[in-house]
């Protein structure tokens, strides 16, 4: 029998430690999120309470930087990962940069693009996506630039008597309008925009556990990725990635911690509004 004609087969797309990274990730940006608006907004009710229940803010001080270096560490494990393993599954150094399961922004993603404008408009037929999407590639960099602008900044705050060895001390100052304001931004960004992408589309609500289970269901892996599908069978790489789906006890458990994660973000996002339209200093 043929692959595409079995029952409750699916599709790995994540492995075990993609998986992992995802899961520190999300909660160490839990973590900096909540405690970081809690400083930010200090003087609002709402991040008065958050403070009580993190023990004070010194304390989320103390959980804040725990989580920063928590991220640091997952950031650099996926780069080291990626080095070693990327140029093995993709190919030459051309296939890097310009193939189809290139992690850079490349000449199809401003096809798909033009295309989903004309999808989203009645003009044209649903692209036929690949690996990664070109709304996924902009979330993963917004990563990168976050890390860069956020995590350089927050590193000069905590130790800022060894940076004002190599800057002048108004760059203290300059460093906590930057961290302050970038991670407002990632903050909004990641619980609005990305979880939109992520999980509210129409063909992914209410949300997909694709990222915390690495797998996803073949009939549907063929319609969402029909490029990357195509790829496999002419590869005769299919059979490879068919995996059984998990328990449903395992993915109900799986579903209700990424329900949690979005009623905290959403929560947040809605302090924040709060805050900068009737509360704001």
Not at 137 to 160: C, E, H, N, Q, R
Not at 205 to 228: N, Q
């Amino acid at each position: 029998m043929s692959v595409s004609l079995r029952q409750g087969k699916q599709v790995i797309r994540f492995t075990r430690l993609n998986r992992g990274l995802h899961f520190f990730m999300i909660l160490s940006f839990l973590a900096l999120a909540l405690t970081g608006m809690t400083l930010k907004f200090a003087y609002t009710g709402w991040a008065k309470f958050l403070s009580h229940v993190f023990g004070g803010f010194e304390i989320a001080g103390y959980i804040h930087r725990f989580a920063a270096v928590v991220m640091v560490i997952v950031f650099l494990i996926h780069i080291t990962d990626l080095i070693r393993n990327k140029r093995k599954q993709v190919g030459g150094f051309k296939q890097l940069i310009l193939g189809p399961r290139s992690l850079l922004f490349n000449k199809k993603d401003l096809q798909d693009f033009i295309g989903s404008v004309k999808w989203f408009l009645g003009k044209g037929p649903r692209p036929e996506y690949g690996r990664w999407t070109y709304w996924e590639k902009f979330d993963y960099f917004a990563v990168f630039w976050g890390m860069i602008v956020i995590g350089s900044t927050g590193f000069t705050l905590w130790f800022p008597e060894f940076f004002t060895l190599f800057f002048p001390g108004y760059m203290i100052n300059v460093a906590t309008i930057i961290h302050s304001d970038e991670a407002l931004l990632a903050t909004g960004f990641i619980f609005t925009v990305h979880f939109f992408n992520t999980h509210l589309r129409p063909e992914k609500f209410p949300i997909d556990v694709c990222i915390f289970t690495g797998r996803v269901p073949l009939e549907e892996f063929k319609l969402d990725r029909p490029s990357e599908y195509r790829e496999l069978v002419e590869k005769g790489e299919l059979e490879q990635h068919i995996v059984e789906p998990y328990a449903e006890i395992v993915i109900k458990a799986i579903t209700a911690f990424g329900w949690t994660v979005l009623i905290i973000g959403f929560s947040t996002v809605l302090w924040i509004i709060y805050a900068m339209i009737f509360a704001y200093r």
